[in-house]
């Protein structure tokens, strides 16, 4: 099916990685921004998107494209996250950041920043809540992970590298996986079901083999949205992602039959990020792009996405 205005570019190439092997590249055009990532082990594949070192020597700003959970530690400089009334305001030194469906900004005259994401399953196992009443929400970090957040990062911030903070992740977040619950049943099967794109809540219910009330519920605890809600943010994120990730996209390549016109399209992306796709292709974003291109080069999963499931459930 070839939408309205198929033929019609929406994006610029994106930069490519000068090394892979280094993890660092530097934003063209603003100040030295340096963003380094690290996949997490084979035990923790499916519940940490990844870990990152994000470092600018100079003022920035981008924004948070709608992800999943994420913790944040704030090592040096005042880098913030900013959506309104999502938090107390404040430096936010030590940071959980609920599931969202739509756009932070980020800004900072400097800084140095370091954290992980989490997928659904990973709240679940980690958190251990509902990601609900955290849904477009930042707080601070409160004890989750089983240490004191003050500590934590008075330790990354002593560390003496990137490579050292996140070997401190990966053995935080192996130890609260030996020291937390198996994920239920129901969690993982929704989570497979919504991997299979349900074209809507009836076919979600149909394909769960639940009732809605039951579906609206689970949702809720595991993804921070109602299930029509939920199913709208993954159609706009699979669009986004082709945005991100492909050179010269066109809508024939971006757009698939759950849209159902360049103006449907155009409709969700000013919901879900605050501006039209050619206002996005205006704005600077001195990290993401960096991030994307560093995530595409190393086969990592975009963090608003599903990574592949856990082999370790139990």
Same mark, same amino acid.
Request: hydrophobic share 40%; with cysteine.
């Given at each position: 099916?070839?939408?309205?205005?198929?033929d019609?570019?929406?994006?610029?190439p994106?930069?490519?990685?000068?090394?892979?092997?280094?993890?660092?590249?530097?934003?063209?055009?603003?100040?030295?921004?340096?963003?380094r990532i690290?996949?997490?082990?084979?035990?923790?594949?499916?519940y940490?998107?990844?870990?990152?070192?994000?470092e600018?020597?100079?003022?920035?700003?981008?924004?948070?494209?709608?992800?999943w959970?994420?913790?944040?530690?704030?090592?040096?400089?005042?880098?913030?996250?900013?959506?309104?009334?999502?938090?107390?305001?404040?430096?936010?030194?030590?940071?959980?950041?609920?599931?969202?469906?739509?756009?932070?900004?980020?800004?900072?005259?400097?800084?140095?920043i370091a954290?992980?994401?989490?997928?659904?399953?990973?709240?679940?196992?980690?958190?251990?809540?509902?990601?609900?009443?955290?849904?477009?929400?930042?707080?601070?970090?409160?004890?989750?992970?089983?240490?004191?957040?003050? =500590? #934590?990062? @008075?330790? *990354?911030?002593?560390?003496?590298? $990137?490579? !050292?903070? &996140?070997? /401190?992740?990966?053995?935080?977040?192996?130890?609260?996986?030996?020291?937390?619950?198996?994920?239920?049943?129901?969690?993982? =099967? #929704?989570? @497979?079901? *919504?991997?299979?794109?349900p074209? $809507?809540? !009836?076919? &979600?219910? /149909?394909?769960?083999?639940?009732?809605?009330?039951?579906?609206?519920?689970?949702?809720?605890?595991?993804?921070?949205?109602?299930?029509?809600?939920?199913?709208?943010?993954?159609?706009?994120? $699979?669009?986004?992602?082709?945005? /991100?990730?492909?050179?010269?996209?066109?809508?024939?390549?971006?757009?698939?039959?759950?849209y159902?016109?360049?103006s449907?399209?155009?409709?969700?992306?000013?919901?879900?990020?605050?501006?039209?796709?050619?206002?996005?292709? /205006?704005?600077?974003?001195d990290?993401?792009?960096?991030?994307?291109?560093?995530?595409?080069?190393?086969?990592?999963?975009?963090?608003?996405?599903?990574?592949?499931?856990?082999?370790?459930?139990?």
């Open positions: 099916m070839k939408h309205p205005g198929a019609r570019p929406l994006d610029e994106q930069p490519t990685h000068p090394d892979a092997g280094d993890h660092t590249a530097v934003a063209a055009g603003t100040s030295d921004v340096h963003v690290s996949p997490p082990p084979p035990p923790l594949e499916g940490v998107t990844f870990s990152y070192v994000v600018a020597a100079g003022p920035v700003s981008d924004f948070l494209y709608p992800e959970g994420n913790v944040r530690f704030n090592l040096d400089g005042d880098m913030v996250a900013e959506m309104p009334g999502s938090y107390e305001p404040g430096l936010q030194l030590a940071t959980l950041f609920g599931p969202t469906d739509r756009a932070a900004t980020i800004r900072s005259t400097g800084g140095r954290g992980f994401g989490l997928t659904p399953l990973g709240w679940a196992r980690f958190v251990a809540r509902s990601a609900r009443p955290l849904a477009n929400r930042i707080r601070p970090l409160d004890g989750e992970f089983g240490v004191d957040p003050r =500590r #934590l990062r @008075e330790e *990354l911030i002593e560390a003496p590298g $990137d490579d !050292a903070v &996140f070997e /401190r992740f990966d053995a935080l977040l192996l130890a609260a996986l030996a020291q937390t619950a198996p994920l239920r049943p129901v969690a993982l =099967r #929704l989570d @497979e079901v *919504l991997r299979s794109k074209t $809507d809540v !009836a076919d &979600f219910v /149909r394909r769960m083999g639940t009732t809605s009330r039951t579906l609206h519920r689970e949702c809720e605890y595991l993804f921070g949205f109602n299930p029509r809600r939920l199913l709208r943010r993954q159609r706009f994120l $699979d669009a986004l992602g082709q945005i /991100r990730m492909q050179p010269d996209a066109r809508f024939a390549e971006l757009l698939d039959e759950r159902f016109d360049q449907h399209f155009i409709r969700d992306f000013r919901e879900f990020i605050g501006m039209t796709p050619r206002e996005y292709l /205006r704005t600077p974003r990290i993401f792009r960096i991030a994307a291109a560093e995530q595409a080069n190393r086969g990592i999963t975009l963090s608003f996405r599903l990574p592949p499931p856990p082999t370790a459930v139990g």
